[in-house]
Nanobody, 124 residues
Framework: QVQLVESGGGLVQAGGSLRVSCAAS????????MGWFRQAPGKEREFVGC????????NYADSLKGRFTISRDNAKNTVYLQMNSLKPEDTAVYYCAAKNGPGLPAQAHEYDYWGQGTQVTVSS
């Protein structure tokens, strides 16, 4: 069982940056590929990006490449999402998710555990 807790969301102006974190419980964090998703009001949850268990490889939604970066610190059981050049359309609840095993899962149904989400609001 893994519990995920996101933090670091908030209000930021367009063009600004924000880093959100996801802290995981348990001693097997390095066994899990980690992903980030987001959901804006009235829209479906969408894939943001993911990172392999060791952190050596990442994958991002095409529309977010170059602005968003995912990293992880397995010693701290934490995964990060660095967001730069933020736009009002990035406003959403951001969720982290964990999948037991290898790979770069891009589909929500592939993940085993989810956090409660953190709100990110980008003002114009």
């Amino acid at each position: 069982q893994v519990q995920l807790v996101e933090s670091g969301g908030g209000l930021v102006q367009a063009g600004g940056s924000l880093r959100v974190s996801c802290a995981a419980s348990g001693r097997t964090f390095s066994s899990y590929a980690m992903g980030w998703f987001r959901q804006a009001p009235g829209k479906e949850r969408e894939f943001v990006g993911c990172i392999t268990r060791g952190g050596g490889t990442t994958n991002y939604a095409d529309s977010l490449k170059g602005r968003f970066t995912i990293s992880r610190d397995n010693a701290k059981n934490t995964v990060y999402l660095q967001m730069n050049s933020l736009k009002p359309e990035d406003t959403a609840v951001y969720y982290c998710a964990a999948k037991n095993g290898p790979g770069l899962p891009a589909q929500a149904h592939e993940y085993d555990y989810w956090g409660q989400g953190t709100q990110v609001t980008v003002s114009s």
